[in-house]
Antibody, heavy 124, light 108 residues
């Protein structure tokens, strides 16, 4: 079945970096974008950016420009999200999600498969 | 960035009720509007994409409508498993995808 399996929970100190992985299975990894979305405890969903696994092209939310890097290893169908200069406000659950633009008319872009999330805790 | 405003922020309803959640965009987004359901401790689940297309496997009691700036998610007859938080999301600009703040649907 189609799924995204994320790496395990991380605890980091302020100023450090974290790299979360997202392994895809059940579909052709290079055919769909991977997006990253985070959620602080009790808060809403916050989009961080997207990556095209085929080209490696990326687009990042302005808030994270300069601090986030999204990469991939197509040989193992895995996407990565690295966030640097961590601060306490980055404590959250980080989700990867597959994005599709397949619909009648072609005017769509939606996240149809999600990983279970990776908890990142930033604490001194 | 395109701002997405959901209303209400929270809602109490009973099993069997018809419920409508509204989402308004700060500028026209055509039909690039998706709806997600999230239960505590779980990842979001896609319900509706392109404003009105039902995702495969999602019960037909869920429906979406709208275009431009105003959108609605309707649940025709609430079931116990529908109590959750619902988010709209615009993807008109993939340079800056944004979510609404969420609507928490609670049991009355």
């Amino acid at each position: 079945q189609v799924q995204l399996v994320q790496s395990g929970a991380e605890v980091k100190k302020p100023g450090a970096s974290v790299k979360v992985s997202c392994k895809a299975s059940g579909y052709t990894f290079t055919s769909y974008d991977i997006n990253w979305v985070r959620q602080a405890t009790g808060q809403g969903l916050e989009w961080m950016g997207w990556m095209n696994p085929n080209s490696g092209n990326t687009g990042y939310a302005q808030k994270f420009q300069g601090r986030v890097t999204m990469t991939r290893n197509t040989s193992i169908s895995t996407a990565y999200m690295e966030l640097s200069s961590l601060r306490s406000e980055d404590t959250a659950v980080y989700y990867c999600a597959r994005a599709s633009g397949i619909c009648s008319g072609g005017s769509c872009y939606y996240m149809d498969v999600w990983g279970k999330g990776t908890t990142v805790t930033v604490s001194s | 960035d395109i701002q997405m405003t959901q209303s209400p922020s929270s809602l109490s309803a009973s099993v069997g009720d018809r419920v409508t959640i509204t989402c308004r965009a700060s500028q026209s987004i055509s039909s690039y509007l998706n709806w997600y359901q999230q239960k505590p401790g779980k990842a979001p689940k896609l319900l509706i994409y392109a404003a009105s297309s039902l995702q495969s496997g999602v019960p037909s009691r869920f429906s979406g409508s709208g275009s431009g700036t105003d959108f609605t998610l309707t649940i025709s007859s609430l079931q116990p498993e529908d109590f959750a938080t619902y988010y709209c999301q615009q993807s008109y600009s993939t340079r800056s995808i944004t979510f609404g703040q969420g609507t928490r649907l609670e049991i009355k």
